[in-house]
């Protein structure tokens, strides 16, 4: 794994820091205390996280924490005076602040790829991503990368996204393989979350349909597929019926028309109501009972792997008040009256057994949408995995649509 950052490289694997190719000396911990602050760079690091994850729960002094920033601003070329690496936030913690792009070394790749014929494309497979930052209307940074090669995938943002951890996630990791060996993919982290800031107050659809036009702008294709999954299908729809010659394809799996707050149907209001407390009191927490009823919901034959893989991201992603402000948004959204103005040729895929979004969501949407193709996929799971036979029947009707 390696990190870039203005003219300065981080390589996790031969724990070397340099500049212009030049290495600089760096003592170890000084060295792991940069890769924190690299890899948590999209939050606010307060001093309390810097012991349990740098001193790994050790009683240490204001000062000698103060002495280990000093030493990691001098090894990046900064100062305590301009701070334009690592920025001191009074009395509440430090943020790292460049625009990182990432690299992994083949010999890194630790994902099984029996599940996907890689071999066919390895010459012209990319196996890393370039990660990139972009500005929305409002100011917000929002983190994107490019993967994989072929017709440009533009897959819309959703609910609990981390750029770099989706890159390595049991989960994800398989998903972005097969499409990599297709499509050049462009994928994003929603305000709020993953590597995009984390203090926003605005969590509108229109809001959320500008970060997607920025990243496609920012991208600079054309013309592309709009993949959307779960809440990112009625962000898909918005910008969709607001720019219909820029998608060839669009792509619907596991969405809804209207969110589950803001349904006739009182039992699935109920629910939603319930899910935000779970989240608020068990967001991130292992065992927890949020923790279990989320992953009884997306993913109910999930491994143990696959579950772990779940709590970390929710650690990762974002806070527990952005958790909840995001989820109350989506489960507003009520996109209904929009459907019958799309004119892109459309896909709607579900899940017959979905938790989160029920059938009937998916059946809207098909029946609501001019000319839409529907395919029900055979899987209890909201986010499809290799080990079940709609794996193959998802990216069988994928490739099928997008280049019959």
């Known amino acids: 794994m390696k990190y870039f950052f203005n003219n300065y490289e981080l390589d996790i694997s031969s724990q070397e820091l340099k500049v212009n190719n030049n290495q600089v000396k760096v003592e170890p911990q000084v060295f792991d205390l940069l890769v924190y602050m690299v890899e948590n760079r999209a939050k606010l690091i307060d001093h309390q996280e810097l012991i349990n994850s740098i001193w790994k729960g050790r009683v240490v002094s204001d000062s000698a924490i103060a002495a280990r920033i000093s030493a990691a601003r001098k090894a990046v070329g900064d100062n305590g005076k301009d701070q334009r690496v690592i920025k001191t936030v009074p009395r509440k913690g430090f943020k790292f602040l460049p625009t990182v792009e990432t690299t992994h070394n083949n010999e890194e790749q630790s994902i099984n790829e029996s599940t996907s014929d890689i071999t066919e494309n390895k010459n012209n497979y990319r196996d890393h991503q370039n990660i990139h930052y ?3 209307a409002d100011g917000t940074r929002i983190a994107y990368s490019t993967t994989g090669n072929g017709i440009p995938f533009v897959r819309v943002g959703h609910w609990l996204t981390h750029l770099e951890h989706d890159w ?3 989960i994800w990791r398989p998903f972005l393989n097969e499409l990599g060996k297709r499509f050049e993919v462009i994928r994003y982290d929603q305000r709020g979350c993953g590597l995009s800031d984390w203090e926003i107050t605005d969590f ?4 959320f349909t500008q970060d997607l036009d920025t990243v496609i702008e920012h991208s600079g294709h054309q013309r592309f597929v709009l993949y959307s999954t779960s809440q990112g299908v009625p ?3 918005n ?3 607001q720019n219909p010659g820029r998608i060839s394809h669009l792509i619907c799996l596991g969405g809804f028309a209207t969110g589950r707050l803001v349904r006739s149907n009182n039992a699935d209001v109920e629910q939603g109501e319930a899910i935000l407390k779970l989240i608020e009191h068990g967001w991130g927490v292992s065992g927890s009972p949020f923790i279990k009823s989320f992953t009884t919901m997306f993913i109910p034959d999930a491994s143990k792997e696959q579950t772990d893989s779940l709590v970390e991201l929710q650690r990762l992603t974002t806070n527990s008040k952005n958790a909840v402000a995001m989820r109350r948004a989506f489960d507003s959204f009520d996109v209904s009256s929009l459907l019958a ?12 057994n979905d938790g989160v979004q029920p059938l009937d969501q998916g059946r809207e949407l098909a029946a609501n949408i001019p000319n839409s193709e529907f395919v029900l996929l055979n899987s209890n799971n909201h986010v499809i995995l ?6 193959g029947q998802l990216f069988g009707e994928l490739e099928h649509f997008v280049l019959s």
Request: net charge positive; proline share 9%; charged share 20%.
């Open 239 to 241: 910008y969709a019926i």
């Open 134 to 136: 972009c500005k929305s």
């Open 168 to 170: 390595h996630s049991p």
């Open 204 to 207: 509108s659809l229109d809001r």
């Open 386 to 391: 290799p080990e079940e036979p709609a794996w």
């Open 341 to 352: 103005k799309v004119t892109v040729k459309t896909l709607v895929m579900h899940a017959i």
């Open 235 to 237: 962000i898909a729809l």
